[in-house]
């Protein structure tokens, strides 16, 4: 049966359910509260739970098929169906495999990657970006989006990095709650991964995390709680590795005690595909639905692969054997219910739409708006028309499309505009550009039944393209490298981590080569993650561009072009060489199948940098405009803080270039003297200003003794000690413009 006929059969015993009826069999009749949209949520569950039988309660907590779960067709309550995310809508597969369904219409609108969000450091893009991909999946009937993700950037050598919103846990809290908020006034649950722990894919399936109580608490939970708390996510997706020797999507400690009981969570509880291993630990320890097990055996024997999930016939029997009670039971069917009333069981919600010129024009956006430029040494950017004629464009990464492959958020897109078309639809009639290989790399155009179209094929060896590229460097005005990383395993793709930091299919030397051919030369990344660069000293610019999505082209020529003026900052730091990343300073990555151990603690990123005084290669928060922006007068409303108080911190920001710009003004909190081990500084606001030439603006900050806080792990209690602390204002981590001091009382 298909989904789409699935459907329509739920929605007509749907209707059935709504009209007056006479000695019905199944107590569908006008006294079906569950049925009627102006009664209290939680009595609509009550009542659809007390019409429900052993078996139609268990039959919800499992898939059905490999993304979706079943309803209870008797009370026309109908099935729930997720979808891949978090970048766009993923194609169709079939009902038992993982292969495309090869629909002839499940294209759609791929998004920026979300460390491109993260790097814009703008909620308004989230909320935008939230609202345009729930439109997609609204629809596509999909219930579920399955992310945003929000896992904490530990290390440069995560290849699912590019999935998740950086190092920064308060960056992160303030980019997850609009995209949550935008999805779900869709009608659509987002569906927040990878709870928790999730930092590595080395090992991803097995190894057990082991993290201080400090480190679990200020850093790699709190996006999750502002995701559960402030942004009212519906649903959660556990992590497939494990935390205190069980799995995370089974974890008592993880799900019971602080997702369900500490933050109030009142949603379902989503296991990841496969990553369910245990009928007693996923009754007793927070699992509410489970999907992809048993994902390889579906030829085995389908009609009864379902049944036998962990949490399917399994689970019925430890009831009828009086192993497990059936008020536990109640409480995931009520959570699944819930969900099933907020999304499917909504009339509502809007109908969505799918590929309209408002989501390619928003993608292109927040790609824009995300792009970072990292260094333009002699204002080489933006590209001047009347000091170049031939531009010559050298790179794989400029012809290749990128949204396809790296995993589950391989997508299949109306349309994708590459860095090549971009930059020639930009330069019209007034330039001439000239392209040129470089460099072989991942030759792949197919990813999971989906295939680009594109031929990637060279008969020239790998000297020969450099020759070439070279040759034609010294006869151009100006040179454009487009390399970086792709979506092939090893690099930027889900299951595997990244050999190394450095760059593959030998570009170091080829960048080296062009710069040596031509001083013009300006590097442009496509990547979700920091690279080495030893030639940095050789080039004048440097530009991370990120997984632009289907607009990606389009908007990488915008800024170098200097249509937008680039304004995206980083979102994780970029360390000279990987020994200066502090898990791997310490030799915890990527640890064993059993176990690994984060014994930097609280001190990722810019924490480590800066309390080991390493100098980063680029520092978190870092980047550039085409304009300048001067700060002055940094000063505070008061000197003393209370305990129920607040402090405001303003500063002066003036754009002192010739062009508009946007600057992201960032704060950032230092604690003297404290009983425990604290960053030097931390993140703790910031803020996006739009600025037209001469312009003048007050950024003003409010801090509170929460702000101030650290987790104590001796008495499980959040602490803001008494005492003198300086409020950091500046462009950077690295990059301070002002400070003011005041007492916590």
């Excluded at 009142?266 to 007793?284: C, M, N, P, Q, R």
Aim: glycine share 10%; with cysteine; net charge negative.
């Amino acid at each position: 049966m298909t989904k789409n006929l699935t459907r329509t059969i739920a929605g007509t015993l749907f209707g059935l359910a709504l009209a007056v009826g006479c000695g019905a069999p199944d107590n569908r009749t006008a006294e079906a509260v569950y049925l009627d949209e102006t009664q209290p949520l939680e009595k609509r569950i009550d009542d659809a739970l007390g019409r429900m039988t052993l078996k139609e309660k268990i039959a919800m907590l499992h898939a059905q098929s490999k993304f979706s779960s079943a309803g209870v067709p008797r009370l026309g309550i109908p099935e729930l169906w997720c979808t891949d995310g978090p970048h766009g809508i993923r194609p169709e597969v079939y009902w038992n495999r993982w292969d495309q369904a090869e629909w002839t219409n499940d294209s759609c609108t791929a998004y920026p990657a979300l460390t491109c969000l993260a790097a814009t450091w703008n909620p308004e893009m989230s909320a935008l970006y939230g609202k345009s991909i729930g439109e997609e999946a609204r629809y596509r009937e999909k219930d579920v989006l399955l992310g945003p993700g929000v896992n904490i950037y530990r290390t440069p050598l995560n290849g699912r990095n590019f999935e998740y919103m950086g190092e920064d846990p308060y960056l992160a809290s303030r980019m997850v709650v609009p995209y949550i908020q935008g999805v779900q006034e869709n009608g659509v649950a987002a569906c927040v991964k990878h709870f928790a722990l999730n930092n590595q894919e080395s090992y991803r399936l097995c190894t057990d995390v082991s993290v201080d109580d400090r480190a679990l608490h200020e850093i790699y939970l709190p996006a999750f709680k502002a995701a559960v708390q402030e942004g009212g996510a519906w649903s959660i997706m556990g992590a497939y590795n494990k935390y205190k020797g069980q799995h995370c999507c089974h974890n008592r400690y993880l799900l019971n005690d602080i997702l369900k009981r500490d933050w109030g969570f009142d949603g379902a509880v989503i296991s990841d595909w496969g990553g369910t291993h245990d009928t007693k630990e996923a009754v007793e320890y927070g699992l509410d639905l489970e999907f992809g097990t048993w994902s390889d055996g579906m030829s085995t024997n389908p009609a009864i692969a379902y049944d036998q999930y962990y949490l399917a016939a399994p689970y019925r029997e430890m009831i009828e054997r009086g192993e497990a009670s059936e008020e536990l039971l109640d409480d995931k069917v009520r959570r699944v219910l819930r969900l099933n009333f907020r999304t499917a069981m909504n009339s509502r919600k809007p109908f969505g739409s799918l590929n309209s010129p408002e989501h390619h024009a928003a993608a292109r956006r927040i790609a824009g708006e995300g792009i970072v430029l990292l260094k333009n040494d002699g204002k080489v950017l933006p590209i001047d028309p009347q000091q170049t004629k031939k531009l010559l464009v050298v790179g794989e990464n400029a012809i290749k499309g990128m949204t396809i492959g790296g995993g589950s958020s391989s997508l299949k897109v109306q349309r994708e505009y590459t860095p090549l078309e971009g930059i020639v639809a930009a330069a019209g009639d007034r330039m001439e550009v000239v392209y040129e290989r470089g460099y072989l790399g991942h030759l792949a155009t197919s990813y999971n039944g989906v295939d680009s179209k594109q031929n990637l094929s060279d008969d020239r060896s790998a000297a020969e393209l450099i020759a070439d590229a070279v040759a034609a460097a010294r006869e151009a005005d100006a040179v454009l490298f487009i390399g970086g990383l792709n979506k092939a395993w090893g690099q930027d793709a889900e299951g595997g981590d990244r050999r190394e930091m450095g760059l593959p299919y030998g570009q170091d030397s080829l960048i080296e080569a062009l710069a040596e051919a031509n001083p013009r030369t300006a590097v442009v990344f496509v990547s979700g993650n920091a690279v080495a660069m030893p030639w940095i000293d050789r080039v004048p610019a440097v530009v991370q561009g990120w997984f632009g999505g289907s607009q990606a082209g389009l908007a990488l020529a915008d800024v170098l072009f200097g249509e937008v003026n680039p304004s995206g900052k980083l979102p994780f730091t970029f360390p000279r060489r990987l020994e200066d990343n502090s898990a791997h300073a310490l030799g915890e990555h990527p640890g064993t199948r059993d176990s690994v151990r984060y014994r930097e603690g609280i001190f990722v990123g810019y924490r480590w940098h800066e309390r080991q005084r390493i100098a980063p290669l680029f520092a978190f928060g870092h980047g550039l405009s085409y304009t300048t922006f001067d700060y002055a007068n940094v000063r505070a409303d008061r000197k003393t803080l209370s305990r129920s108080g607040r402090i405001r911190v303003s500063v002066d920001v003036t754009n002192t270039g010739d062009r508009a710009g946007k600057e992201v003004v960032q704060l950032y909190i230092g604690d003297r003297e404290s009983a425990l081990p604290r960053p030097v500084k931390e993140l703790k606001g910031f803020s996006k200003v739009s600025l037209e030439p001469g312009e003048t603006r007050t950024v003003s900050f409010e801090i509170t003794p929460e702000a101030l806080q650290y987790y104590d792990d001796a008495t499980g209690l959040w602490t803001a000690e008494e005492g003198i602390f300086d409020a950091w204002v500046g462009a950077a981590s690295d990059d301070i413009r002002g400070s003011v001091e005041f007492t916590l009382k």
